[in-house]
Nanobody, 125 residues
Framework: QVQLVESGGGLVQAGGSLRLSCAAS????????VGWFRQAPGKDREFVGA????????LYADSVKGRFTISRDNAKNTVYLQMDSLKPEDTAVYFC??????????????????WGQGTQVTVSS
């Protein structure tokens, strides 16, 4: 059973920062890529970024490029989403998801097999 647990969400003022974590049990992320998605009220879930567990440059959505950074800590089996210069339009529930077997990073939601429960991020103006 693959379980992903997101944490780190909260309320922050515009211009502030938050760091989200996506934790899993040992070896969950082996041979995988991990994606971050978000869903704002009344909107479809959208891609934020993704990273290969084995390394390499992450992929980012244009809307967050230059403000958000994805990283991983192999020893802690955790993937992070560092969010800086937050804007009210970043308000959403943020999800992490894992995709196995493919080395190509993708923004396609259906490519990811397992999902966390989400964590709420609210950015006030």
């Amino acid at each position: 059973q693959v379980q992903l647990v997101e944490s780190g969400g909260g309320l922050v003022q515009a211009g502030g920062s938050l760091r989200l974590s996506c934790a899993a049990s040992a070896r969950t992320f082996t041979s995988s890529s991990v994606g971050w998605f978000r869903q704002a009220p009344g909107k479809d879930r959208e891609f934020v970024g993704a990273i290969r567990w084995s390394g390499g440059s992450p992929l980012y959505a244009d809307s967050v490029k230059g403000r958000f950074t994805i990283s991983r800590d192999n020893a802690k089996n955790t993937v992070y989403l560092q969010m800086d210069s937050l804007k009210p339009e970043d308000t959403a529930v943020y999800f992490c998801a894992v995709r196995y077997g493919m080395i190509t990073l993708t923004s396609r939601e259906s490519a990811y097999t397992y999902w966390g429960q989400g964590t709420q991020v609210t950015v006030s103006s």
